[in-house]
């Protein structure tokens, strides 16, 4: 009976009028491979090169080890989890599967993924125990981090270990990173658990929130490493940790946003900095108005006051499914570089062929972060500001090629706006404009032109 209700429930959620969102076209043609080596995925990543790595929750592959419990003089032969890894093609890179891990330094023992010897189990006799997937995370320079149960792996997009961490938090979350490469984790089940900070070599672990209730699988952290949204999809909502600055605590009590929605899983767009959340399932029905096995963007520097849907992409359910839903759990997000192509994946999606899911959008995503400037129209620039870094005054020299209006403005890591330089018709050339950050703190800051319908975006360091 309360599968039924669940199912009119969300029925009632298809006659809702579409809301008019970038158009992500789904991709068919990618299916890596015939079998369902998917099923139950738990984190999938893409790395700068567009490779695309897949974490299945339960074991799909097998690994012979240096042991013979049988004394048969046969090796034993494991089942084991392991990491798919495909070019953006669809094609296998030349090391996946990943199910032994080898270090970069080319001196540190191999590592097993999935299935390792624990000498303590047995009573002292020891014996084989499992770590099942629990989420992967690309970095900002591309770098791979693994939650394998109760065990942090960061691997390069070779699919070789950096680092290692074992933190004593119990069944881990994805973990999440800052733009300076720092790695936070937490407990799946979070009641007085901590969420940890450790270093790009996961080291100096520091406990800056205690979370204090809820069932998470998932969590983001903002780039500067100043927010921190925690999914509490057992709440029903989104809890949003602040501080003012990285000097600071975080606060003790969250502010509640995106209430309605059951997220297991989040993603930062590499491009427009939206904040993406899974909406929920048919296990976990979001409230009325919002889809169930969808993905929403948001603008998280207006969560709290101003939480309209900013784009969508939804879980497609198995042709067998009149409902449009099946039983998938949205539960793994990323995306391309340029943020043009869309990978998501459900847990318990029984009814489709592959639980790994491709959608593209012909939108066309520019900053001046951006590597390829052909997007960029001639004569429009937004130069670096000089000096930089600075305190407490820089200059920032931008061009454009035709009078109109322009507007020039400063934001937080939060996207909070700090300043307008620029806020007036321009004439077209080069134009230099000094900002004085007198009354702000040390950070990193983003600078914004927008002229003729173009936005340039620039990043700057004040330190005092």
């Known amino acids: 009976m309360m599968k039924t209700n669940k199912l009119l429930m969300v029925l009632s959620f298809m006659l809702l009028p579409a809301l008019a969102f970038a158009q992500w076209t789904q991709d ?22 567009g490779k695309v790595w897949v974490q299945s ?27 798919y890894v495909y070019n953006a093609d669809g094609t296998p890179a030349d090391f996946s599967p990943l199910t032994v891990l080898e270090w970069e330094d080319g001196e540190t023992p191999n590592d097993t993924l999935g299935r390792y010897w624990d000498p303590s189990l047995n009573d002292g006799a020891g014996g084989y125990d499992t770590r099942s997937g629990r989420g992967i995370e690309a970095d900002y320079d591309g770098n791979i981090i ?32 800052d733009r300076d490469g720092n790695v936070y984790v937490s407990a799946v089940v979070a009641t007085d658990a901590p969420i940890v900070k450790y270093d790009p070599n996961l080291e100096n672990p520091e406990e800056i929130i205690t979370l204090t209730s809820s069932f998470s699988r998932d ?50 767009h590499p491009q427009t900095y939206n904040l993406w959340i899974g909406s ?30 900013l784009d969508s992409i939804q879980w497609a359910a198995g042709a067998d499914v009149t409902s449009g839903y099946d039983n998938a759990r949205p539960r793994a997000l990323d995306f391309s570089p340029d943020g043009t192509i869309a990978y998501i994946g459900s847990f318990s999606a029984g009814e489709t062929d592959v639980d790994l899911q491709k959608f593209t959008t012909d939108q066309v995503y520019t900053s001046n972060e951006d590597e390829n400037k052909n ?27 035709q009078a109109g209006p322009v507007t020039l403005k400063v934001y937080d890591m939060t996207g909070r706006e700090v300043a307008t330089l620029v806020n007036t018709r321009m004439n077209a050339g080069e134009h230099v404009v ?28 004040l330190i005092k």
């Open 146 to 177: 693994i939650s394998q149960w109760n065990v942090l792996f960061k691997l390069n997009s070779d699919g070789k270990v950096l680092a290692k961490v074992a933190p004593e938090i119990g069944s881990l979350t994805e973990a999440s990173t």
């Open 219 to 268: 969590f983001q952290v903002s780039p500067d490493g100043n927010k921190v949204w925690w999914a509490g999809y057992t709440l029903g909502a989104v809890l949003e940790y602040s501080r003012p600055d990285e000097f600071s605590s975080f606060g003790a009590v969250p502010d509640t946003v995106l209430r309605g929605y059951k997220a297991e899983s989040f993603d930062l």
């Open 28 to 49: 068919t043609t990618f299916v890596p491979d015939g079998d369902d080596l998917f099923f139950e995925v738990h984190g999938v990543a893409v790395d700068n090169e």
């Open 375 to 401: 997007e960029i129209p001639e004569g429009y620039s937004l130069s670096q500001n000089y000096p930089n870094p600075f305190n407490p005054t820089t200059n920032i020299e931008y061009t454009i090629n």
């Open 57 to 83: 929750f339960y074991s799909t592959e097998t690994i012979v080890v240096n042991r013979d419990l049988g004394d048969d003089g046969v090796p034993d032969t494991l089942s084991t989890r392991a990491i």
């Open 434 to 461: 000094s900002f004085d950050a007198s009354n702000l703190s040390s950070g990193v800051y983003i600078y914004s032109l927008q002229a003729n319908g173009v936005r340039l975006t620039n990043k700057m360091t």
């Open 280 to 309: 929920g399932s048919l296990n976990d029905v979001p409230a009325e108005g919002i889809q169930p096995q969808t993905w929403y963007a948001f603008d998280y520097s207006t969560l709290g006051s101003d939480e309209t849907r």
